[in-house]
Nanobody
Framework: QLQLVESGGGSVQAGGSLRLSCAAS????????MGWFRQAPGKEREEVAV???????TYADSVKGRFTISPDNAKNTLYLQMNSLKPEDSGMYYC?????????????????WGQGTQVTVSS
């Protein structure tokens, strides 16, 4: 089974940057969807960025222009570059992966999840 481990979280001031890493135990071609989610205390888990089976990344409106996903298939790693961080970006960030659907989307809820890495952005 696929295992995902996040790293790179930490505490930064508003306007700063962090790069999160998601290391996968193996690359399975059939797992065509990869993405990042986050959850702030007392709030629902939300989608941050998801790369679809056609390799198109969809970003949440709140992070567009600030966050970028980039893969390194040779290292079985997915990065989330976060720039211009805001306090509202704080939360636990999770990497996730899932098979594609017959329609070309992503199976939801996502099938595989990491344990998360904490991001704290101070004012």
């Amino acid at each position: 089974q696929l295992q995902l481990v996040e790293s790179g979280g930490g505490s930064v001031q508003a306007g700063g940057s962090l790069r999160l890493s998601c290391a996968a135990s193996s690359y399975t071609y059939s797992i065509r969807c990869m993405g990042w989610f986050r959850q702030a205390p007392g709030k629902e888990r939300e989608e941050v960025a998801v790369r679809s089976p056609d390799m198109i990344t969809t970003y949440a409106d709140s992070v567009k222009g600030r966050f970028t996903i980039s893969p390194d298939n040779a290292k079985n790693t997915l990065y989330l570059q976060m720039n211009s961080l805001k306090p509202e970006d704080s939360g636990m960030y999770y990497c996730a992966a899932s098979p594609r659907t017959a329609a070309g989307g992503c199976t939801r809820p996502f099938a595989y999840w990491g344990q998360g890495t904490q991001v704290t952005v101070s004012s």
